[in-house]
């Protein structure tokens, strides 16, 4: 089971860094993805990057805002989020799959999801 962490209020502009990890230390692994669900809305993925050779997919809407990374050794991989607007507030999740998938459907290992509120 995955867990991400890291997720809070913040001001439009800001920035906030999320964190997934899991017990197994299997994420080296997998592809990992983060998805986000706003109240009403789909869940849309957000940013993926690849186990096998390091390829990614952003979502346009975050293009230039958001970075994943991933740190084998640590087990961890992380969505930096910068200049954060309302329309990112959503809770975020991770997930794991064989490969790169667009829907979240295709994933089969997730965590809980974090909160992340961008409000003045």
């Known amino acids: 089971q995955l867990q991400a962490s890291g997720g809070g209020l913040v001001q439009p502009g800001g920035s906030l860094r999320l964190s997934c990890t899991d017990s197994?230390?299997?994420?080296?692994?997998?592809?990992i993805a983060w998805f986000r669900q706003a109240p009403g809305k789909e869940r849309e993925a957000v940013l993926c990057?690849?186990?096998?050779?390091?390829?990614?997919y952003y979502a346009d809407s975050v293009k230039g805002r958001f970075t994943i990374s991933r740190d084998n050794a640590k087990n961890t991989v992380c969505l930096q989020m910068n200049d954060l607007s309302p329309a990112d507030t959503a809770v975020y999740s991770c997930?794991?799959?064989?490969?790169?998938?667009?829907?979240?459907?295709?994933?089969?290992?997730w965590g809980q999801g974090t909160q992340v509120t961008v409000s003045s």
């Open positions: 990057v690849s186990n096998s050779d390091g390829s990614t």
């Open positions: 997930a794991a799959a064989d490969t790169i998938y667009r829907n979240w459907y295709e994933y089969k290992y």
């Open positions: 197994f230390s299997n994420l080296p692994y997998y592809t």
